[in-house]
C-alpha cells in the first residue's frame, strides 16, 4: 500500500474518489476531492465535499452513516466549502445518497476492504462532543431513570445560555414556533405560538398553570404576563432554571410566576387548571407515556386541560429510539418519538378526553431556518463562546432537522385534552374559540 492509501487489490488500483463514486454514484450533485488527489462528483457543482486526511477517512469507513459524516465534519477532517458551517443545509439537501450509500457487489467490497481496510480498523476516538453509545450509558442507570434522564438534558440544555441567546433570539424558545403570517418574524412567530397554547388552555385572570420542560421560561412568563395567572415552570436545565428565575425577576413577575431546577415526577402541587407540556415528550420515553400523562392528569383539576406540544414520526409503526445516529449521540441522548396516534392513545388511555389536534410541522421547517439564520449571523461569538466543533454540530442538527421536516420524515403536533368530569363535562366551548 502507498502513503496515499492506494493499492494494486487484483482488479486494478483504488482511488478514494472512486470508492466515493461506487457507493454514492456519478450523478451526485456535488463536487468531492480527497487528501489522495483524486475526485469525484460534478467539478461545476455549487458545493464541494473534502477530505483532509486519514483519521476522517477511518471516521466514514468506521461508521458508514450519519454518525461517521458528523465525526468528521465535527472533528474537522471533511470540510465543505461552499455552504457556512452554521447553516449546512443547502448541503444536507444534495447530500441524501452520502446518508444512505448503495451496497455494491461483493467484488468491489473486496476490493474496497483490501485498499482501505486498515484504516477502517484503526478507530480513532470520536470527537469529545460525542456521547457514549447506549450501552455505556447504562452506567448512569437505565433508560429515561431520573438520573440518566438529567444527564442527557444536561448535554443538550447546559451547552451556555449566551449560545442559546445567539441561536434562539431574545424569546429564548426553543421549541417550534406558529407563524400567523407568511410576513411573521421568527420573535412574532413565537409570541404567536404562546398565545395558541394559552387560547387552547383557555387560560383567565387567577388561573394556576403547571409548565413542564419549561426551558427559559418563556411560556411561564407569557401566560403570568398576558392572560394573568399564577405559573410554575419546572425543567431539568440548572442553566435554564437560573436564566428563567433571573427573567421572571427582571419583567416584576416573581409573586405570580416561579421556574425551578426539578423532575416534573416531583411536582407535589394539585389541582392546577391548565397544564402545558411544549417540548418534553421527546425526552420522556414511549414506555413510559402511561406514566406521564397518568401523572399530568393527576395534576389538573376536574375540568382542567392539558397541551402537548412535541416532536412526532410520521407513522405509528416504526421503533422511535435512535441507537446509533447523529442526533442520539451529539444532540438529544436518549430521545425517543412515536407518532401522534400513539400519543393520542396514551393521552386516552390515561383518561384525557382529547378534544383537538393540528401538526405544525411546516412551521417547524421555518423555525429551524430562523435559528441557522441567527447562528450564521452571530457565528464569531457563537465560536468564540462555545468551540468550533459544538457550533458545527448545532448548524448541522439545525439544518438536517429542518430537512427533515420539510420532507415529512418528522412531525410536530398539537394535541389537547381535558380533564372531564365525571358527569361528562370538558369544561370547554361546543367549538373552538382559540382562533389560528
Same mark, same amino acid.
Not at 420532507?407 to 382559540?434: A, C, F, N, Y
Given at each position: 500500500?502507498?502513503?496515499?492509501?492506494?493499492?494494486?487489490?487484483?482488479?486494478?488500483?483504488?482511488?478514494?474518489?472512486?470508492?466515493?463514486?461506487?457507493l454514492?454514484?456519478?450523478?451526485?450533485?456535488l463536487?468531492?476531492?480527497a487528501?489522495?488527489?483524486?475526485?469525484?462528483?460534478?467539478?461545476?457543482?455549487p458545493?464541494?465535499?473534502?477530505?483532509?486526511?486519514?483519521?476522517?477517512?477511518?471516521?466514514?469507513?468506521?461508521?458508514?452513516?450519519?454518525?461517521?459524516?458528523?465525526?468528521?465534519?465535527?472533528?474537522?477532517?471533511?470540510?465543505?466549502?461552499?455552504?457556512?458551517?452554521?447553516?449546512?443545509?443547502?448541503?444536507?439537501t444534495?447530500?441524501?445518497?452520502?446518508?444512505?450509500?448503495?451496497?455494491?457487489?461483493?467484488?468491489?467490497?473486496v476490493?474496497v476492504?483490501?485498499?482501505?481496510?486498515?484504516?477502517?480498523?484503526?478507530?480513532?476516538?470520536?470527537?469529545p462532543?460525542e456521547?457514549?453509545?447506549?450501552?455505556?450509558?447504562?452506567?448512569?442507570?437505565?433508560?429515561?431513570?431520573?438520573?440518566?434522564?438529567?444527564? #442527557?438534558?444536561? $448535554?443538550? *440544555? =447546559?451547552?451556555?445560555? +449566551?449560545?442559546?441567546? %445567539?441561536?434562539? @433570539?431574545?424569546?429564548?424558545?426553543y421549541?417550534?414556533?406558529?407563524?400567523?403570517?407568511d410576513?411573521?418574524?421568527?420573535?412574532? #412567530?413565537?409570541? $404567536?405560538? *404562546? =398565545?395558541l397554547?394559552? +387560547?387552547?388552555?383557555? %387560560?383567565?385572570? @387567577?388561573?394556576?398553570?403547571?409548565d413542564v420542560?419549561?426551558?427559559?421560561g418563556?411560556?411561564v412568563?407569557?401566560?403570568?404576563?398576558e392572560?394573568?395567572?399564577?405559573?410554575?415552570?419546572?425543567t431539568?436545565?440548572?442553566?435554564?432554571?437560573?436564566?428563567?428565575?433571573?427573567?421572571?425577576?427582571?419583567?416584576?413577575l416573581?409573586?405570580?410566576?416561579?421556574?425551578?431546577?426539578?423532575?416534573?415526577r416531583?411536582?407535589?402541587?394539585?389541582d392546577?387548571d391548565?397544564?402545558?407540556?411544549?417540548?418534553?415528550?421527546?425526552?420522556?420515553?414511549?414506555?413510559?407515556y402511561?406514566?406521564?400523562f397518568?401523572?399530568?392528569?393527576?395534576?389538573?383539576?376536574?375540568?382542567?386541560?392539558?397541551?402537548?406540544?412535541?416532536?412526532?414520526?410520521?407513522?405509528?409503526?416504526?421503533?422511535?429510539i435512535?441507537?446509533?445516529?447523529?442526533?442520539?449521540?451529539?444532540?438529544?441522548?436518549?430521545?425517543?418519538?412515536?407518532?401522534?396516534?400513539?400519543?393520542?392513545?396514551?393521552?386516552?388511555?390515561?383518561?384525557?378526553?382529547?378534544q383537538?389536534e393540528?401538526?405544525?410541522?411546516?412551521?417547524?421547517?421555518?423555525?429551524?431556518?430562523g435559528?441557522?439564520?441567527?447562528?450564521?449571523?452571530?457565528?464569531d461569538?457563537?465560536v468564540?463562546?462555545?468551540?468550533?466543533p459544538?457550533?458545527?454540530?448545532?448548524?448541522?442538527?439545525?439544518?438536517?432537522?429542518?430537512?427533515?421536516?420539510?420532507?415529512?420524515q418528522?412531525?410536530?403536533?398539537?394535541?389537547?385534552?381535558?380533564?372531564?368530569?365525571?358527569?361528562?363535562?370538558p369544561?370547554?366551548?361546543?367549538?373552538?374559540?382559540?382562533?389560528?
Amino acid at each position: 500500500m502507498s502513503v496515499l492509501g492506494r493499492v494494486d487489490a487484483g482488479g486494478g488500483t483504488m482511488t478514494i474518489g472512486e470508492v466515493f463514486t461506487m457507493l454514492v454514484g456519478d450523478d451526485v450533485p456535488l463536487a468531492f476531492e480527497a487528501y489522495d488527489g483524486s475526485r469525484a462528483g460534478r467539478a461545476d457543482a455549487p458545493v464541494t465535499l473534502r477530505l483532509l486526511n486519514k483519521r476522517g477517512l477511518a471516521y466514514v469507513l468506521g461508521a458508514p452513516s450519519t454518525l461517521g459524516l458528523a465525526r468528521a465534519y465535527v472533528s474537522g477532517d471533511l470540510e465543505a466549502d461552499g455552504v457556512p458551517p452554521g447553516d449546512p443545509y443547502e448541503l444536507l439537501t444534495v447530500a441524501g445518497s452520502l446518508m444512505n450509500p448503495r451496497r455494491p457487489p461483493v467484488a468491489d467490497m473486496v476490493r474496497v476492504l483490501r485498499t482501505f481496510g486498515s484504516v477502517a480498523l484503526s478507530r480513532p476516538e470520536p470527537p469529545p462532543q460525542e456521547v457514549p453509545s447506549t450501552w455505556r450509558r447504562a452506567v448512569n442507570g437505565l433508560r429515561h431513570s431520573r438520573t440518566r434522564d438529567a444527564r #442527557a438534558i444536561h $448535554h443538550h *440544555y =447546559d451547552v451556555s445560555n +449566551r449560545f442559546y441567546e %445567539l441561536v434562539l @433570539g431574545p424569546s429564548m424558545t426553543y421549541t417550534c414556533a406558529c407563524y400567523p403570517q407568511d410576513s411573521s418574524t421568527l420573535e412574532e #412567530a413565537q409570541a $404567536h405560538k *404562546y =398565545d395558541l397554547v394559552c +387560547r387552547k388552555l383557555g %387560560l383567565r385572570p @387567577g388561573m394556576r398553570l403547571l409548565d413542564v420542560g419549561c426551558g427559559w421560561g418563556a411560556m411561564v412568563r407569557h401566560a403570568v404576563r398576558e392572560y394573568g395567572v399564577t405559573a410554575l415552570g419546572v425543567t431539568l436545565s440548572a442553566e435554564q432554571a437560573t436564566w428563567a428565575q433571573a427573567a421572571i425577576e427582571r419583567e416584576g413577575l416573581a409573586d405570580r410566576a416561579q421556574v425551578r431546577r426539578q423532575d416534573y415526577r416531583q411536582v407535589s402541587e394539585r389541582d392546577f387548571d391548565a397544564v402545558s407540556s411544549i417540548g418534553l415528550t421527546e425526552h420522556i420515553g414511549i414506555g413510559n407515556y402511561p406514566a406521564y400523562f397518568s401523572f399530568l392528569l393527576s395534576r389538573l383539576r376536574p375540568g382542567g386541560r392539558l397541551l402537548n406540544h412535541c416532536i412526532t414520526r410520521p407513522d405509528n409503526t416504526q421503533p422511535g429510539i435512535a441507537k446509533r445516529g447523529f442526533i442520539d449521540r451529539y444532540v438529544f441522548p436518549d430521545g425517543e418519538l412515536a407518532g401522534a396516534g400513539t400519543i393520542i392513545s396514551a393521552m386516552q388511555d390515561a383518561g384525557f378526553e382529547v378534544q383537538h389536534e393540528e401538526n405544525l410541522r411546516r412551521h417547524y421547517a421555518r423555525t429551524l431556518a430562523g435559528w441557522n439564520a441567527n447562528l450564521v449571523e452571530n457565528w464569531d461569538e457563537a465560536v468564540a463562546e462555545v468551540g468550533l466543533p459544538t457550533a458545527k454540530v448545532w448548524g448541522l442538527y439545525m439544518a438536517g432537522s429542518r430537512v427533515a421536516f420539510e420532507k415529512r420524515q418528522i412531525e410536530l403536533h398539537q394535541v389537547l385534552g381535558t380533564r372531564t368530569t365525571s358527569d361528562g363535562d370538558p369544561q370547554l366551548p361546543m367549538r373552538p374559540d382559540w382562533g389560528v
